[in-house]
Protein backbone atom coordinates (compact mmCIF):
# COMPACT_ATOMS: atom_id res chain seq x y z
CA UNK A 1 0.00 0.00 0.00
CA UNK A 2 2.88 2.64 0.96
CA UNK A 3 4.72 1.84 -2.16
CA UNK A 4 2.07 1.93 -4.36
CA UNK A 5 0.62 5.41 -2.74
CA UNK A 6 4.54 6.65 -3.49
CA UNK A 7 4.55 4.73 -7.02
CA UNK A 8 1.24 6.60 -7.83
CA UNK A 9 2.01 10.34 -6.62
CA UNK A 10 5.39 10.13 -8.45
CA UNK A 11 3.20 9.41 -11.96
CA UNK A 12 0.36 11.53 -10.96
CA UNK A 13 -2.41 9.34 -10.70
CA UNK A 14 -3.35 9.79 -7.08
CA UNK A 15 -6.88 9.89 -6.42
CA UNK A 16 -8.17 12.61 -4.00
CA UNK A 17 -8.84 10.70 -0.78
CA UNK A 18 -4.97 8.90 -2.05
CA UNK A 19 -3.60 12.19 -2.15
CA UNK A 20 -5.03 12.70 1.61
CA UNK A 21 -3.38 9.58 2.63
CA UNK A 22 0.04 10.54 1.39
CA UNK A 23 0.24 13.54 3.29
CA UNK A 24 -1.28 12.37 6.38
CA UNK A 25 1.51 9.77 6.31
CA UNK A 26 4.33 12.14 5.42
CA UNK A 27 3.37 14.70 8.25
CA UNK A 28 3.42 11.59 10.46
CA UNK A 29 5.17 8.72 9.50
CA UNK A 30 9.13 9.42 9.08
CA UNK A 31 10.09 6.37 7.78
CA UNK A 32 7.54 7.17 4.78
CA UNK A 33 9.52 10.34 4.32
CA UNK A 34 11.96 8.92 4.14
CA UNK A 35 11.00 6.18 1.50
CA UNK A 36 9.79 9.15 -0.66
CA UNK A 37 12.81 10.72 -0.43
CA UNK A 38 14.52 7.45 -1.34
CA UNK A 39 12.56 6.55 -4.41
CA UNK A 40 12.60 10.14 -5.77
CA UNK A 41 16.35 9.85 -5.13
CA UNK A 42 16.43 6.51 -7.37
CA UNK A 43 14.09 7.77 -9.83
CA UNK A 44 16.51 10.65 -10.60
CA UNK A 45 19.37 8.26 -10.66
CA UNK A 46 17.61 5.46 -13.11
CA UNK A 47 16.65 8.94 -15.54
CA UNK A 48 20.18 10.37 -15.34
CA UNK A 49 21.76 6.45 -16.38
CA UNK A 50 18.85 6.40 -19.41
CA UNK A 51 18.87 9.53 -20.79
CA UNK A 52 21.63 10.77 -23.21
CA UNK A 53 24.35 12.44 -20.87
CA UNK A 54 25.95 13.99 -23.54
CA UNK A 55 22.68 15.88 -24.85
CA UNK A 56 22.13 17.03 -20.90
CA UNK A 57 25.80 18.28 -20.63
CA UNK A 58 25.93 19.98 -24.20
CA UNK A 59 22.23 21.72 -23.29
CA UNK A 60 23.65 23.16 -20.01
CA UNK A 61 26.54 24.05 -21.46
CA UNK A 62 24.96 26.12 -24.06
CA UNK A 63 22.61 27.35 -21.33
CA UNK A 64 25.87 28.73 -19.18
CA UNK A 65 27.60 30.37 -23.33
CA UNK A 66 24.61 32.11 -23.60
CA UNK A 67 24.55 34.03 -19.98
CA UNK A 68 28.04 34.26 -19.49
CA UNK A 69 28.18 36.27 -23.21
CA UNK A 70 27.31 39.11 -21.45
CA UNK A 71 30.88 39.14 -20.02
CA UNK A 72 32.07 39.20 -23.31
CA UNK A 73 30.56 42.31 -23.93
CA UNK A 74 31.78 43.87 -21.00
CA UNK A 75 35.22 43.08 -21.62
CA UNK A 76 34.85 44.57 -25.28
CA UNK A 77 33.49 47.80 -24.14
CA UNK A 78 35.76 47.93 -20.64
CA UNK A 79 38.59 48.21 -23.60
CA UNK A 80 37.51 51.20 -25.16
CA UNK A 81 36.84 52.45 -21.61
CA UNK A 82 40.29 52.49 -20.28
CA UNK A 83 41.64 54.00 -17.20
CA UNK A 84 38.20 55.15 -16.44
CA UNK A 85 36.47 52.31 -16.70
CA UNK A 86 38.90 50.40 -14.10
CA UNK A 87 36.86 51.77 -11.13
CA UNK A 88 33.81 50.15 -11.82
CA UNK A 89 35.47 46.45 -13.56
CA UNK A 90 37.06 45.78 -10.14
CA UNK A 91 33.69 46.53 -8.52
CA UNK A 92 32.15 44.27 -11.18
CA UNK A 93 35.04 41.42 -10.02
CA UNK A 94 34.53 41.81 -6.14
CA UNK A 95 30.67 41.88 -6.26
CA UNK A 96 28.39 38.46 -6.25
CA UNK A 97 27.23 38.19 -10.05
CA UNK A 98 24.17 36.56 -10.08
CA UNK A 99 23.84 35.60 -13.87
CA UNK A 100 27.48 33.89 -13.29
CA UNK A 101 26.37 31.86 -9.99
CA UNK A 102 23.46 31.02 -12.20
CA UNK A 103 24.76 29.69 -14.69
CA UNK A 104 27.96 27.98 -12.66
CA UNK A 105 25.49 26.17 -10.58
CA UNK A 106 22.46 25.34 -12.96
CA UNK A 107 21.23 21.76 -14.30
CA UNK A 108 17.90 20.93 -16.09
CA UNK A 109 15.79 18.80 -13.71
CA UNK A 110 15.09 15.44 -15.46
CA UNK A 111 12.25 13.84 -16.04
CA UNK A 112 11.30 11.22 -13.18
CA UNK A 113 7.70 11.34 -14.08
CA UNK A 114 7.02 9.85 -17.75
CA UNK A 115 9.12 6.83 -17.21
CA UNK A 116 7.49 5.17 -14.54
CA UNK A 117 3.94 5.79 -16.92
CA UNK A 118 5.73 4.87 -20.07
CA UNK A 119 6.88 1.06 -18.78
CA UNK A 120 3.30 0.38 -17.41
CA UNK A 121 0.92 1.89 -19.81
CA UNK A 122 0.22 3.22 -23.29
CA UNK A 123 0.90 7.45 -22.97
CA UNK A 124 -1.68 9.30 -22.04
CA UNK A 125 -2.15 13.00 -23.19
CA UNK A 126 -0.06 14.42 -19.98
CA UNK A 127 2.50 11.34 -20.28
CA UNK A 128 3.71 12.55 -23.58
CA UNK A 129 4.19 15.95 -22.58
CA UNK A 130 6.61 14.53 -20.05
CA UNK A 131 7.76 13.06 -22.88
CA UNK A 132 8.05 16.22 -25.04
CA UNK A 133 10.31 17.70 -21.70
CA UNK A 134 12.27 14.75 -21.84
CA UNK A 135 13.46 15.99 -25.64
CA UNK A 136 13.85 18.84 -24.98
CA UNK A 137 10.86 20.61 -26.91
CA UNK A 138 9.84 22.73 -23.92
CA UNK A 139 7.68 24.86 -25.85
CA UNK A 140 5.32 21.39 -26.87
CA UNK A 141 5.74 20.52 -22.57
CA UNK A 142 4.68 24.14 -21.91
CA UNK A 143 1.49 24.06 -24.21
CA UNK A 144 0.69 20.85 -22.64
CA UNK A 145 1.25 21.58 -18.90
CA UNK A 146 -0.61 24.97 -19.19
CA UNK A 147 -3.62 22.59 -20.69
CA UNK A 148 -3.37 19.84 -18.36
CA UNK A 149 -3.29 22.25 -15.37
CA UNK A 150 -6.93 24.48 -16.75
CA UNK A 151 -8.25 20.51 -15.77
CA UNK A 152 -6.11 19.45 -12.97
CA UNK A 153 -4.70 21.78 -11.03
CA UNK A 154 -1.51 19.65 -9.75
CA UNK A 155 1.30 20.86 -8.21
CA UNK A 156 4.13 18.48 -9.76
CA UNK A 157 2.87 19.20 -13.18
CA UNK A 158 3.48 22.92 -12.09
CA UNK A 159 6.82 22.22 -10.97
CA UNK A 160 7.56 20.53 -14.60
CA UNK A 161 5.74 23.56 -16.24
CA UNK A 162 8.13 26.00 -14.26
CA UNK A 163 10.92 24.01 -15.38
CA UNK A 164 10.03 23.81 -18.91
CA UNK A 165 9.64 27.71 -18.51
CA UNK A 166 13.07 27.86 -17.29
CA UNK A 167 14.68 25.82 -19.52
CA UNK A 168 13.52 28.14 -21.96
CA UNK A 169 15.06 31.41 -20.83
CA UNK A 170 11.73 32.36 -19.22
CA UNK A 171 12.82 32.80 -15.58
CA UNK A 172 9.97 35.14 -14.83
CA UNK A 173 7.03 32.99 -15.62
CA UNK A 174 8.88 29.87 -14.01
CA UNK A 175 9.33 32.00 -11.02
CA UNK A 176 5.94 32.83 -10.84
CA UNK A 177 4.65 28.89 -11.35
CA UNK A 178 7.17 27.94 -8.42
CA UNK A 179 5.35 30.51 -6.12
CA UNK A 180 2.75 28.89 -6.75
CA UNK A 181 3.47 25.63 -5.30
CA UNK A 182 2.28 24.99 -2.01
CA UNK A 183 4.50 22.54 -0.26
CA UNK A 184 2.09 20.34 1.30
CA UNK A 185 0.79 19.31 -2.39
CA UNK A 186 4.06 18.11 -4.27
CA UNK A 187 6.81 15.93 -3.48
CA UNK A 188 9.23 18.23 -5.01
CA UNK A 189 8.96 21.09 -2.53
CA UNK A 190 12.70 21.15 -1.99
CA UNK A 191 13.73 21.05 -6.02
CA UNK A 192 11.10 23.95 -5.82
CA UNK A 193 13.14 26.14 -3.22
CA UNK A 194 16.22 25.57 -5.11
CA UNK A 195 15.25 26.11 -8.24
CA UNK A 196 13.83 29.53 -6.89
CA UNK A 197 16.57 30.45 -5.21
CA UNK A 198 18.30 29.93 -8.31
CA UNK A 199 16.02 32.28 -10.48
CA UNK A 200 16.62 35.13 -7.23
CA UNK A 201 20.00 35.16 -7.67
CA UNK A 202 20.15 35.87 -11.08
CA UNK A 203 18.31 38.58 -10.40
CA UNK A 204 20.38 39.70 -8.16
CA UNK A 205 17.60 39.20 -5.32
CA UNK A 206 19.89 38.43 -3.10
CA UNK A 207 18.03 38.47 0.23
CA UNK A 208 15.48 36.29 -0.80
CA UNK A 209 17.26 33.86 -2.22
CA UNK A 210 18.95 33.49 1.07
CA UNK A 211 15.36 32.68 2.55
CA UNK A 212 14.75 29.92 0.19
CA UNK A 213 18.45 28.32 0.32
CA UNK A 214 18.24 28.52 4.38
CA UNK A 215 14.51 26.81 3.96
CA UNK A 216 16.00 24.25 1.83
CA UNK A 217 19.20 23.97 4.48
CA UNK A 218 16.70 23.48 7.09
CA UNK A 219 14.60 20.88 5.74
CA UNK A 220 14.33 17.02 5.62
CA UNK A 221 15.45 16.21 2.13
CA UNK A 222 19.37 16.29 1.65
CA UNK A 223 18.69 17.70 -2.10
CA UNK A 224 20.96 19.86 -2.92
CA UNK A 225 21.36 20.50 0.68
CA UNK A 226 25.60 20.85 0.68
CA UNK A 227 25.58 22.80 -2.77
CA UNK A 228 22.87 25.23 -0.54
CA UNK A 229 25.17 25.74 1.96
CA UNK A 230 28.43 26.91 -0.48
CA UNK A 231 26.17 28.81 -2.80
CA UNK A 232 24.59 31.05 0.27
CA UNK A 233 28.25 31.70 1.60
CA UNK A 234 29.09 33.33 -1.82
CA UNK A 235 25.87 35.88 -1.67
Not at 113 to 138: H, L
Not at 197 to 213: S, T, V, W
Amino acid sequence: MREELIQKHFSNQLSEEELHAFHQLKEKDADFLKEVHEYESLMTAVQSAEKEQLKSELQTLERKRKKTSLYSKFAVAASFIGVIGIGSMIFMNSAPSGTRLFADNFEAYPNVIAPITRSANPIEDVNKYFVAYEKGEYATAISGFKQQLKENDNADLRFYLAMALLNSENEDDALLELNKIDPENTGFYPQVLWYKALILIEQNDFNNAKNALNELIDGESEYKKEEAKKLIQKL
